[in-house]
């Protein structure tokens, strides 16, 4: 076994560990625990989602981006460690943040973006899919596993700009291929304008998914797209910027939607009602601050790099 692929086991095998820790251990005393049954469908969802990060890495597995060191080690800390804990900060229960309606804010999704991004796909997944599960916890309500993995997703595709020698290879293409699937949802939202929002809750009252999305939540993936866009073509002589939300753009809407669907299976959603009522409330909002921080998360780095003389 050479030894990026003893790095990828080991580090899905890590992240299959932590995760199942936090539903076995540390979810049963939350305040508000997965139902139990559903566990198995969500363990498959978990499986699927290590084994589509695993496919990637074969694929394309003699790219040195796939090497796991100490330094990226490192990096799978502290990107964690920073996603868990600005998802609990930003989650509306320690900063009340004003927002429209039920449309979740969570700049915090910038994080696995600029890891991923940064750092390579594999630091991307770590940061989002631990990250994301212990930032659940910390704010007390069930852990989602499929969801983390998700957000994993979000950070690994978000590195593969990493597998291209040339960043500018194939830009244009998920460029339009995260508009047409922004497009799709944005449709789905005028079909179904009236399903509840099952990501909506108001723990004072116990109350979950009883409201419908507002008009602006529901476009929210098209106005991000847009965001995407005119940062694409605003800043295209800055590749790094470009790439950067770019496939960001990709990984958000990727991740999101393999996390939405599962929940066909799990929680016997309908597809509007996983589509509508937790894909566009979810992904909308991730995208507009992806467009807004993800680069100026870039610059501040690159401008790091430059005054240390890396």
């Known amino acids: 076994m050479n030894k990026s692929l003893l790095s990828m086991v080991i580090t899905l095998v890590v992240i299959l560990a932590i995760v199942a820790i936090g539903v076995f251990f540390i979810d049963p005393n939350l305040e508000f625990p997965i139902d139990q049954a559903t566990v198995p469908a969500r363990f498959l969802f978990v499986g699927i989602g290590l084994l589509i990060a695993f496919a990637i890495y074969y694929s394309t597995r003699e790219n040195s981006a796939w090497e796991v060191g100490t330094r990226q080690v490192v990096w799978m800390a502290i990107g964690a460690a920073l996603y868990a804990v600005f998802s609990y900060l930003f989650n509306g229960t320690v900063f009340v943040v004003p927002s429209v309606s039920q449309v979740a804010l969570r700049p915090a999704i910038a994080i696995p973006m600029f890891f991923g991004?940064?750092?390579?796909?594999?630091?991307?997944?770590?940061?989002?899919?631990?990250?994301?599960?212990?930032?659940?916890?910390?704010?007390?309500?069930?852990?989602?596993?499929?969801?983390?993995?998700?957000n994993g997703l979000v950070g690994l595709i978000s590195g593969m700009p990493f597998l291209f020698g040339d960043k500018k290879r194939s830009l244009d293409t998920v460029l339009w291929t995260g508009g047409a699937l922004a497009l799709l949802?944005?449709?789905?939202?005028?079909?179904?304008?009236?399903?509840?929002?099952?990501?909506?809750?108001?723990?004072?009252?116990?109350?979950?998914?009883?409201?419908?999305?507002?008009?602006?939540?529901?476009?929210?993936?098209?106005?991000?797209?847009?965001?995407?866009?005119?940062?694409?073509?605003?800043?295209?002589?800055?590749?790094?910027?470009?790439?950067?939300?770019?496939?960001?753009m990709l990984g958000n809407i990727l991740g999101l939607l393999f996390a939405a669907l599962s929940d066909i299976w799990i929680n016997g959603y309908s597809l509007p009602v996983a589509m509508v009522g937790e894909f566009l409330p979810a992904a909308g909002p991730n995208l507009i601050f992806a467009a807004i921080l993800v680069p100026l998360l870039v610059v501040a780095y690159r401008s790091v790099q430059r005054q240390s003389g890396r």
């Open 117 to 150: 991004y940064t750092f390579g796909p594999v630091v991307g997944f770590f940061t989002g899919a631990i990250g994301n599960m212990f930032g659940d916890a910390w704010t007390g309500f069930s852990l989602s596993p499929q969801w983390s993995i998700g």
């Open 185 to 248: 949802g944005t449709v789905l939202y005028f079909l179904n304008p009236t399903l509840p929002n099952t990501l909506f809750f108001d723990a004072a009252n116990n109350i979950f998914g009883d409201a419908p999305i507002t008009l602006f939540a529901g476009i929210s993936i098209l106005v991000g797209f847009v965001l995407v866009l005119i940062v694409r073509f605003v800043f295209g002589q800055n590749l790094d910027i470009a790439a950067a939300v770019t496939w960001g």
